[in-house]
């Protein structure tokens, strides 16, 4: 008998095991089918994307990245002493960008966040309330919508990058929070505004300066009742015409006179000041319109720059661009149609006495698209002229072709 039990005892504890295998099997199958149920997975637009059944959470990961050829240089060129300098032909990783997005709770609770790798940059982070067309809510870091040229990704530029005037009239990346929406009536009855607030000292910077904050306003009329997004090129080949009309102003005083992803910086004849040195206004006028291939769009920049700690001197720059791109394909048979042409006329006009350089560029690209912005080739080849008063003036060709893929 004693036998018998010490077997049975012997047995239990061998099964047990084989029991707690079996067991755990199962309930771990359970788990990942109850996961497969609330979760779905799937690449789309934005990436891979991560949605839960009832649509309270969505996740998206994105990778993009921005080959670049060069030659004989990439940056544009910024002082009349540039174009004396020895050239410098490259190759490189010019953007490694890793993006992150979603909604959280509902899905009119958005975020956003994406980090520059190749700088170790993190460039912008937002949460949106968007719960009504009319009024919606922004915080955090990010582009403010105050030039159209500016606010396209640099992944969905119509060109290799943006124009000579995009150094010195951006505001580029501040901290703060903005108001906007979409007052949509009948007809051409259709508007976007854009009220904003930031710390106006740039990309990175928490504080403010002097306690003179920067503000900021837009207001876009889409003058052919439908919106057209912040995007280069006619690739969806509109089928109704969009065009948008937008008036933008901003005011800031502190110790820049310009911005861009590093932050605050210096136009040429300046230096970063003290606290509240420099009042600055600037304004520009941009339009922008698509209709079956044909994309346009122009901004004319206006910027006064007040030295509060040396009397009150003032400075008044002006600069421009025209741009414009077509998919021939659209009005000839044999033209390939993921291919595109676009050209492009800046000029900007510094107005300082002791600078006073017209400073233009001429630029014509080509575009194929393998997957709309996602994947495509950009060949550019651009030409620069700088008129400086009194000397003879200097200009530069320069070619780039740029492979950018999104992942």
Not at 49 to 73: C, G, M, N, V, Y
Not at 247 to 252: G, I, L, M, P
Not at 268 to 284: I, K, S, T
Request: glycine share 8%; aromatic share 16%.
């Amino acid at each position: 008998m004693s036998h018998y039990f010490c077997a049975r005892k012997a047995l239990t504890i061998l099964s047990l095991p084989v029991c707690c295998l079996l067991t755990n099997k199962a309930f771990g199958q359970y788990i990942l089918s109850d996961t497969t149920n609330k979760v779905s997975v799937q690449y789309g637009e934005k990436g891979f994307e991560f949605r839960t059944r009832d649509d309270k959470f969505l996740l998206q990961i994105q990778s993009r990245f921005q080959f670049r050829f060069a030659t004989p240089e990439d940056q544009d060129p910024v002082t009349y002493d540039d174009f004396m300098g020895d050239n410098k032909t490259s190759f490189k990783i010019n953007r490694a960008r890793l993006k992150v997005g979603g909604h959280a709770f509902k899905p009119w609770i958005k975020y956003y966040w994406e980090y520059e790798l190749s700088q170790s940059n993190l460039l912008n982070f937002t949460l949106s309330v968007e719960k009504w067309e009319w009024l919606k809510f922004q915080v955090g870091q990010f582009k403010v919508e105050y030039s159209r040229e500016r606010r396209i990704s640099s992944g969905e530029q119509q060109m290799v990058d943006r124009s000579v005037i995009n150094r010195p009239f951006t505001v580029d990346r501040q901290q703060g929070a903005e108001i906007y929406g979409r007052l949509k009536g009948r007809g051409v009855a259709d508007f976007n505004y854009w009220l904003g607030v930031f710390t106006g000292t740039g990309r990175g910077s928490t504080q403010n300066d002097d306690n003179h904050l920067m503000y900021f306003t837009r207001l876009q009329w889409n003058f052919t009742g439908d919106y057209l997004d912040f995007e280069g090129s006619d690739i969806e080949i509109h089928e109704r015409p969009a065009g948008v009309l937008a008036v933008n102003s901003v005011t800031n005083r502190s110790p820049y006179t310009r911005f861009s992803q590093a932050g605050g910086g210096s136009l040429e004849g300046y230096e970063n000041g003290l606290p509240g040195q420099y009042r600055v206004n600037q304004a520009n006028v941009e339009t922008a319109f698509m209709y079956k291939g044909f994309s346009w769009q122009m901004e004319y920049h206006w910027k006064e720059i007040v030295d509060k700690l040396n009397n009150d001197e003032t400075n008044t720059l002006h600069g421009y661009y025209v741009q414009a791109g077509y998919f021939f394909h659209q009005a000839i048979d044999w033209w390939p149609a993921p291919l595109e042409v676009a050209a492009r006329n800046a000029g900007y006009f510094p107005n300082r006495e002791e600078d006073q350089t017209k400073k233009r560029e001429t630029s014509l690209a080509f575009n194929w698209f393998f997957h709309k912005h996602k994947n495509k080739l950009t060949m550019e080849t651009s030409y620069f002229n700088y008129d400086k008063t009194g000397d003879i003036p200097a200009s530069e060709w320069r070619f780039r072709l740029q492979w950018d893929i999104s992942l």
